[in-house]
């Protein structure tokens, strides 16, 4: 009962779902470990995006599927609440591209991806791949809780949410190996200090390495392509 | 045990957590209609905002303060994983405002935004209000499932996140009163399709109202001011 006003709100209890979760994560570990052995059984290194919606995921892979179709093979599995839009983009590209629909849920789970990791290999000639790219659910919060078996964890954040980002949601940071800073192209026209973007984000995890990008003005391009080469070597 | 490759994902296995998660839902919006009565006995109208983070709500309600300050009270109960970064934002503006940090969690319960109630109107002279607005974690999913007592939902999409937001996220939309496009002054730099917008929000919710506004330009916000008018009546 509220002290404050008689109230039943059960104010200041703790949700009581803290030790499912605790046995939830427990298991997503586990199958993300599987998932990341049966993506190097493919021949393959995995790269789970994480941002908010319309940061500039998709836009940065249908970039690279242009830079990179000749030289590297790649898949998408794409992560999305609702409709196929994400995936149609992808393979207009001519890169296999497998949707997964969460049906209402705010992120990928490691089981889910399993299934896209299997139907990727079923749609991919020989069943080998480069890279798989896991474009998560647009969400800056619940994905950071989710390991999917990645090999590299990459959040990004665009040029018109706003430099106050990581600090607001260090979660995503803490746990990611690579903070893009998208959209760069519009700098000039917003008040984003990249400055304290990056320190935030170098705050909340001191290791992480950063880009800035624009695939449209193809600003810092050169930079994401070495990444990638970096992770296949 | 996977059919496919024979590992223990549990693939196709439901969450243990649905029947936990329906009675804390039940539960949630018990304590959103006292939040409520609440809200209606300091003679005030509830306002949830959503959106994905960096959309603007936070500069709606700076210029909104500035617009009305001398006509509405208003009070701010924001919500955010991390920092005090909004609240001081809307203080600066002589706006009462409450920061509630979820400590993680990706979206305000009725139960803390009933804690956020109780310490607004311990700061407000009176305690008396003419809207209490609520500014979820930035997150264009989970705050959907929240009721938190609103006598409305808005939900927000920046022109920068793109107009495919509504069928991807459609929750959001599903259950709001009004759909605000914003960073309106960027349609002319953006591909962003006003009609697609309006037209998936309106199939999923007929009913749902739109607004185009720009705080920065002053694009829309007679409109924005006349629809606060309107809810006071």
Known sequence: MCEKCGCQTGMGTKPKVIDVNKSLFEANEKIGEQ??????????????????????????LEATADALKD????????G???TEKDAQRIRAKGIPAVQLTTGGACHL???LVHHGIHELEHIVPGGRLDIIFIENVGNLVCPAAFYLGEHKRIVMVSVPEGSDK?????????GSDLFVISKADLLPYF???????????????????VLIISPKSGQGMDKWLDYLSGILK
Chains 1, 2 share one sequence.
């Open 109 to 111: 789970d490691a089981s």
């Open 80 to 82: 999305d609440i609702e």
């Open 166 to 174: 990581p600090a607001k949601y260090p979660r995503a940071f803490i």
């Open 191 to 209: 008040d984003f200090s990249v400055e304290e973007a990056i320190s935030e984000a170098r705050r909340l995890n001191p290791s992480i390495d």
């Open 71 to 78: 030289s590297v093979t790649f898949g998408v599995i794409e």
């Open 35 to 60: 998932n990341r052995h049966h993506v190097e059984r493919m021949g393959a290194v995995a790269i789970n995006m994480i941002s908010s919606p319309g940061a500039g995921k998709t836009t940065l």
